[in-house]
């Protein structure tokens, strides 16, 4: 199994700005993706983080409001940029290796 | 229609008695399938996956698929306490999860 670190794990930030989430996998995989799980709802995929190229977002997310990178098969970055409240909720990383999705232990963001 | 439905819950039963939690899908090529619990302000882990039709047991939880009836199940036999979570059903499509709404079980002492 893979063990993922997200930090910051909790985070209040004011309207307008960005922040940036990090995730780091103990091992390397070939599948890394963002979830979203807003209060009292189910999780909702963002977006594939694809490895050395540009990553593939679900539809309703896109890539200005929700810039990711993989420099390398360990390691991603979430940023939400422009933040609202609407913003507010957990964001998990998650990496699929040997059949299984791993998750984070999320970075529950508040928007004031 | 939504991809992946799970039953509304919220789930109640007694401790000892069988849980029941049931998710369909829409998407015939789903491959695989998996069931997580997720406990308030925690992240999802995963309990268990199935592949191919029939059932799979492990310990108390025994998951069941049927890809002719785009159904796959969750049963906890002898419920505890501990199991009063979220349960979550996620559908997987080349690499791909889509996760039902989840279903919230309660078990009382």
């Known amino acids: 199994s893979a063990v993922i670190s997200q930090k910051p794990s909790r985070d209040i930030c004011q309207r307008g700005t960005s922040l940036t989430i990090q995730c780091q996998v103990d091992?390397?995989?070939?599948?890394m993706f963002w979830y979203r799980q807003q209060p009292g709802q189910s999780l909702t995929l963002i977006a594939t983080?694809?490895?050395?190229?540009?990553?593939?977002?679900e539809s309703g997310f896109v890539i200005d409001k929700f810039p990711i990178s993989r420099p390398n098969l360990t390691f991603s970055t979430l940023t939400v940029s422009n933040m609202s409240p609407e913003d507010s909720s957990i964001y998990l990383c998650?990496?699929?290796?040997?059949?299984?999705?791993?998750f984070g232990e999320g970075s529950r963001l508040t928007v004031l | 229609q939504k991809e992946v439905e799970q039953n509304s819950g919220p789930l109640s039963v007694p401790e000892g008695a069988i849980a029941s939690l049931n998710c369909t899908y829409s998407?015939?090529?789903?491959?695989?399938f998996f069931w997580y619990r997720q406990y308030s302000g925690k992240s999802p882990e995963l309990i268990m996956f199935?592949?191919?039709?029939g059932d799979k047991e492990d310990g108390r939880f025994t998951a069941q698929l049927n890809k002719a009836s785009q159904y796959v199940s969750l049963l906890i036999r002898d419920s505890q306490p501990s199991d009063s979570a979220t349960y979550l059903c996620?559908?997987?499509?080349?690499?791909?999860?889509?996760f039902g709404d989840g279903t919230t079980l309660t078990v009382k002492p």
């Open positions: 998650s990496a699929y290796g040997t059949g299984e999705l791993f």
């Open positions: 091992s390397q995989v070939t599948m």
């Open positions: 983080a694809n490895q050395g190229s540009e990553a593939t977002y």
């Open positions: 998407d015939r090529g789903s491959q695989s």
């Open positions: 199935i592949y191919s039709n």
């Open positions: 996620a559908v997987t499509l080349e690499s791909k999860s889509t």
